[in-house]
């Protein structure tokens, strides 16, 4: 009161010590972690319950599933997209809807304005524009319904404008946005960890290393590989592959490849459900347990397993 009281007497407006300040705080779900301590469940049952049902506190309390399914549905229609619909007078809100279960069909997978206006044409049979998708994707992202991922060249080191990933803030949304269909769970365990890496503070890109291979007439190919997450922390880096499961060494090889092209010296992860153990290869690449690394995230980002 003191502070406004100067305020007033030397600018006649007790707030303009304020004007044009302010920090936005992001609240997110909860994560992992705060769900199985609470629940004092540190279990593959655990991680399949989170994969499914997020991370929003009334469905963290609530034990009944057919509750939590109906509070997931009414909070993505009656919250999530009644605010972006009253915010910005949206219109032609069964665009909205429609774009909303587009997105939530295609979870890290990179796509743009331009690509969904295609899906819009081809599936849905309409017309919408590509600003149009443009802005309602911006809304999406202002509602915390999304999170945009860009894809960066780590060789290059530039970012690559387009197309980009989505990911869910809370998945829970996204699965009762679909009816609990299309619950890929490789797709799953990608967003859950998107959002892990965000909730301790990490920046998160798309990565991509681009090669050469020799193809059957002898002649060289660019190819394009993929990182899932190159993680930035003030000086840290750290870069992961999420992989559910790397049952055959073709699949090991998969996940395995794009981070051999990496010569920087940064710490290369491979994140892996169910009850592979937690080493490193003779690659120097960790292999991480997801039980392993939910538990504590925070230490594979700054530490050697």
């Known amino acids: 009161m003191y502070l406004h009281k100067i305020n007033e007497q030397k600018y006649g407006n007790p707030y303009i010590e304020f004007r044009g300040r302010g920090d936005e705080i992001h609240v997110r779900p909860l994560t992992f972690r705060e769900v199985a301590d609470f629940r004092d469940d540190y279990s593959q049952d655990m991680i399949r319950e989170y994969m499914l049902y997020g991370g929003l506190p009334q469905v963290v309390l609530e034990n009944d599933v057919n509750k939590k399914v109906s509070y997931l549905e009414q909070q993505m229609e009656h919250t999530y997209l009644r605010d972006i619909k009253e915010r910005y007078e ?158 055959t060494e073709e699949k090991r090889d998969q996940e395995l490849t794009s981070l051999r092209k990496l010569r920087d010296g940064f710490r290369r992860i491979v994140i892996v459900n169910g009850l592979q153990p937690t080493y490193m290869n003779e690659e120097g690449v960790y292999i991480i347990n997801l039980m392993d690394f939910l538990r504590d995230p925070e230490k594979y980002m700054e530490e050697r397993v």
């Open 90 to 247: 949206v219109r032609q809100d069964s665009d909205l809807s429609e774009l909303v279960d587009i997105m939530a069909s295609c979870v890290g997978g990179l796509t743009n304005p331009p690509k969904i206006a295609d899906t819009f044409k081809s599936v849905k049979h309409s017309s919408i524009s590509v600003d149009t998708i443009r802005l309602y994707l911006e809304y999406m992202e202002d509602a915390f319904v999304l999170e945009r991922v860009t894809r960066y060249d780590i060789k290059g080191r530039k970012y690559i404008d387009s197309p980009f990933k989505y990911y869910f803030d809370d998945f829970g949304l996204r699965n009762a946005r679909l009816g609990f269909r299309h619950v890929e769970p490789t797709h799953m365990m990608e967003n859950m960890l998107y959002n892990e890496l965000r909730a301790i503070g990490m920046k998160v890109d798309v990565g991509q290393v681009f090669t050469e291979v020799k193809i059957e007439d002898g002649s060289r190919q660019r190819k394009t590989l993929e990182i899932d997450f190159v993680c930035n922390r003030g000086y840290e880096r750290v870069y992961i592959q999420s992989a559910y499961a790397m049952e």
